[in-house]
């Protein structure tokens, strides 16, 4: 079992940036590939970024391409997703990911951890 916990959501203007953590705990960080989506009221749940267990590759939605980074480090069996120039529409709850097996970044079904997630507010 891997037990994921998210931190650093919170209340943010328009323009503004928010880093979120997701630690993770109860298996060897560096083998899983870890994920970010997130999920507004009343939407589906969407991919946002995801990063290899190297930290190599990583893949982000169009929506936040060039504003988001995803980072890992395996030492503290964490990853972060920085974002900058927030917009309302990036308002939802934010949920970390882990995937144990091939790698399958934006497939939400195929990650087999998810943390409780943390909300992400941005005012206009």
């Known amino acids: 079992q891997v037990q994921l916990v998210e931190s650093g959501g919170g209340l943010v203007q328009t323009g503004g940036s928010l880093r979120l953590s997701c630690a993770a705990s109860?298996?060897?960080?560096?083998?899983?590939?870890m994920g970010w989506f997130r999920q507004a009221t009343g939407k589906e749940r969407d991919f946002v970024a995801a990063?290899?267990?190297?930290?190599?590759?990583?893949a982000f939605a169009d929506s936040v391409n060039g504003r988001f980074t995803i980072s890992r480090d395996n030492a503290k069996n964490t990853v972060y997703l920085q974002m900058n120039s927030l917009k309302p529409e990036d308002t939802a709850v934010y949920y970390c990911?882990?995937?144990?097996?091939?790698?399958?970044?934006?497939?939400?079904?195929?990650?087999?951890?998810w943390g409780q997630g943390t909300q992400v507010s941005v005012s206009s």
């Open positions: 109860g298996r060897t960080f560096s083998s899983l590939e």
């Open positions: 990911a882990a995937e144990r097996g091939a790698w399958y970044p934006r497939d939400g079904s195929q990650y087999d951890y």
């Open positions: 990063i290899s267990r190297s930290g190599r590759s990583t």
